[in-house]
């Protein structure tokens, strides 16, 4: 009896809305499948941070993900980019 396959992984973590909804936009438009997942802050993190920042964790199939990374690079490198500014 074979036993089910999750060949799903974790393909990368977004902070903020606008760059979860470019990534589903581009998964979506080159019909890879993914599911996301939120992470839930604790209560010492609610109390102590003072931003909405929300943390969204995206995971595909892993074979689609070096055809997703090369899709998805202008958006995640913006993304990476924009925080070293903000940071400085």
């Given at each position: ?24 936009k581009?998964?979506?438009?080159n ?22 920042k ?16 090369e ?18």
């Open positions: 009896m074979l036993g089910s396959m999750n060949n799903e992984v974790d393909f990368c973590k977004v902070y903020d809305m606008k760059t979860k909804e470019r990534v589903e581009i998964l979506l438009a019909r890879i499948s993914y599911c996301c997942h939120f992470e839930e802050k604790g209560i010492l993190q609610k109390l102590l941070s003072s931003s909405d929300t943390v969204c964790t995206f995971r595909i199939h892993d074979e689609e993900v070096p055809r997703a990374r899709l998805v690079r202008s958006v995640l490198g913006e993304s990476k980019k924009k925080k070293k500014e903000n940071k400085k």
